[in-house]
């Protein structure tokens, strides 16, 4: 591989340096170009430009290929659990037993929120979108905990920001919904591994006793493993560049919570079973559907399907439509939508637009017919995906701020008008 490459524009050839991963990708380094040339790289939804040299994730979108610190994610979904893999994700290596009894027992013990978050939490309507509330609640980790402003603070200190957002975000997730649904909060219980603790949480009482079903806890915890990082996607990215003006941790997750919160992005797993719903409600005609998804003077999308880098197959889908399957037989669910969510799949995958766009279906596709079967309100089903990504959007950040990245700034080309005087408001 040639470790230059040349740009010519205006008659001057430019040299640049070109950069190759540990995968053989392949960068060609324009850092210095505009300095040399005076000229700038556009690329509206940094399609084709890379952000960073990262070394969590790794993805190949042609080849269906997604593995977390070198490891694959089928075998990582197949045979670990989430916290192992949030803090391999978090610190580079599997730990040994020791390491990881350590981790679990220090996030367990950093569940309990201060009191005073339930007065914000009381704030709210009941009508408020839990990913919203989740937003605004991590953000207040930062009043909570004004120590964390400090963006020069030693590597114990930041461990104990991170162990606090692991062991926190459950309970803020699962109180955002008991907001919703007007019932009093259930505190953390401690005894109870991440995901069994998180299920308590939602859907006990204080009223009864409320035994989680293992089924449901096992299927959870192998839903976030795989949600669990994504390389440079849209939430990461923001993260990452909200946090390179050494904006908090807290600060940085919180605007992550909310890119994610869209449709295109995290939000399309609750949009893909308001799809299937409107679907079946519409007497279940999949091909008029298609039709529309196809029509490009109407604004409808096939909700789950496409990918800005997966062109040949989501790992992670293939994953999870297995794992729907299992869920739902162990469980004795019968979903009708699922059989609507097969036969679209099936039209899509031999239906020529979607062939030649190579739309496939994603992530969400199937995640959300999961969670219906466990029980999760289609609203909170956003708000799974930011549990699952947050061990990825911590590695990003501490990666970020460690390698000492500088401020995230692009740059634009100018279109609108040029100089011109101010005219007075008798005269407009
Ligand atoms: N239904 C119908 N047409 C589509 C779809 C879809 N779901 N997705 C893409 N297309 C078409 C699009 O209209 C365009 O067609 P043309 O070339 O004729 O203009 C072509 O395919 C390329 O699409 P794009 O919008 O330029 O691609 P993108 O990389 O900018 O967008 C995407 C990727 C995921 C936002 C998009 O595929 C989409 O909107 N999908 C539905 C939402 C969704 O499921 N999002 C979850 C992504 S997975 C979770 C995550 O990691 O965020």
């Keep these: ?107 367990s013990h950093h569940t309990l929120v201060h009191e005073d978050i339930k007065k914000i939490l009381d704030g709210f309507p009941s009508a408020a979108h839990p990913m919203g509330v989740l937003s605004s609640l991590v953000t207040s980790l930062t009043a909570f905990y004004p120590e964390s402003l400090d963006p020069n603070r030693s590597s114990d200190e930041v461990d104990l920001s991170i162990i606090r957002l692991l062991a926190k975000l459950p309970t803020f997730a699962a109180w955002a919904f008991k907001n919703e649904m007007g019932h009093p909060v259930m505190y953390p219980d401690n005894k109870l591994d991440y995901t069994a603790n998180f299920l308590k949480m939602m859907f006990g009482l204080p009223v009864e006793d409320y035994e989680v079903d293992p089924v449901v806890a096992k299927a959870l915890d192998q839903l976030l493993i795989l949600h669990a990082d994504h390389e440079q996607n849209c939430s990461t990215a923001t993260v990452r560049v909200v946090g390179s003006s050494h904006a908090s941790l807290y600060a940085s997750i919180s605007a992550g919570v909310c890119a994610l919160w869209g449709p295109l992005h995290g939000g399309a797993n609750q949009a893909v079973i308001e799809m299937l719903e409107q679907i079946q409600a519409d007497g279940g005609d999949t091909a008029k559907w298609m039709a529309k998804a196809k029509d490009k003077n109407d604004p409808f999308r096939l909700m789950g399907f496409g990918h800005r880098v997966y062109k040949n197959f989501d790992p992670r889908a293939k994953i999870i439509k297995k794992a729907a399957d299992d869920v739902l037989a162990k469980l004795g669910v019968n979903d009708p939508i699922l059989d609507i969510a097969k036969g679209l799949e099936e039209e899509a995958l031999r239906d020529p637009y979607f062939v030649e766009r190579k739309l496939y279906p994603n992530v969400d596709f199937y995640s959300g017919i999961i969670y219906r079967a466990l029980g999760i309100p289609t609203e909170m089903f956003t708000v799974m995906f930011a549990l699952g990504r947050l061990p990825g959007w911590i590695a990003q950040w501490k990666e970020m701020r460690e390698n000492g990245e500088p401020i995230g700034r692009p740059r634009q080309v100018y279109v609108g008008s040029n100089e011109r005087n101010y005219v007075s408001m008798d005269n407009r």
């Design 1 to 107: 591989m040639s470790n230059s490459a040349e740009i010519k524009i205006n008659g001057k050839t430019y040299e640049l340096p070109v950069i190759e991963g540990s995968e053989g990708e392949v960068a060609i380094d324009i850092g210095k170009f505009r300095s040399q040339s005076g000229v700038i790289t556009i690329d509206p939804g940094f399609k084709n430009t890379g952000s960073t040299k990262s070394a969590i994730t790794f993805l190949d979108g042609e080849k269906g290929i997604l593995r977390y610190r070198g490891y694959t994610i089928e075998e990582l979904a197949e045979k670990s659990s989430f916290l192992e893999v949030s803090y391999l994700i978090i610190y580079g290596e599997l730990p040994d037993q020791k390491t990881l009894e350590h981790f679990k027992n220090e996030i």
